[in-house]
């Protein structure tokens, strides 16, 4: 299996900085387990550079294409998360569990597709498939339209 750096580079990703947090949490856990550490990260929203790519409702202010995008910002936020707590990106040695929550209109039923843009990201970094859930709500932090949860497994 290639290291997770690797295939970042290859797929012309970069592993941002870890996102501060928003409020009163950390961005992520580690527990030490028989099978490595399980690491669970905070949900992470679509912040570049400090700011959010999009704010609003998919649906409305916001496009599934765009929301897409949104989702692999948070897809890596994630990851940088996960990889502060397990030592370096290429300990991270699988993604077990994604939660995606998107901030949509009522009739909005693309969520799916919303979270797929975590899962195709995940799936150029991991040999593994993961287990997902992809959950419609009313708002989100500052106006986000995603926000993800990650459940990762790391070498100890």
Request: proline letters at 6%.
């Amino acid at each position: 299996m290639s290291a997770v750096s690797k295939r970042l580079e290859e797929a012309g990703l970069v592993l941002p900085a870890v996102a501060a947090p928003v409020a009163a949490y950390t961005p992520a856990i580690g527990l030490e387990t028989e099978g490595g550490l399980l690491v669970r990260t905070s949900g992470q929203i679509p912040v570049k550079d400090g700011e959010l790519v999009a704010t609003g409702l998919v649906g409305a202010e916001v496009s599934p294409q765009e929301a897409y995008s949104a989702a692999q910002v948070c897809a890596l936020n994630a990851l940088a998360a996960g990889a502060q707590v397990a030592g370096g990106v290429d300990r991270l040695e699988r993604v077990l569990k994604v939660t995606v929550f998107v901030a949509s209109i009522p009739n909005f039923t693309g969520q799916a597709s919303v979270a797929n843009g975590v899962s195709d990201t995940f799936g150029k970094l991991f040999d593994q498939p993961h287990i997902r859930s992809a959950v419609g709500v009313a708002s989100l932090p500052l106006g986000a339209p995603c926000e993800v949860e990650v459940e990762f497994l790391a070498r100890t």
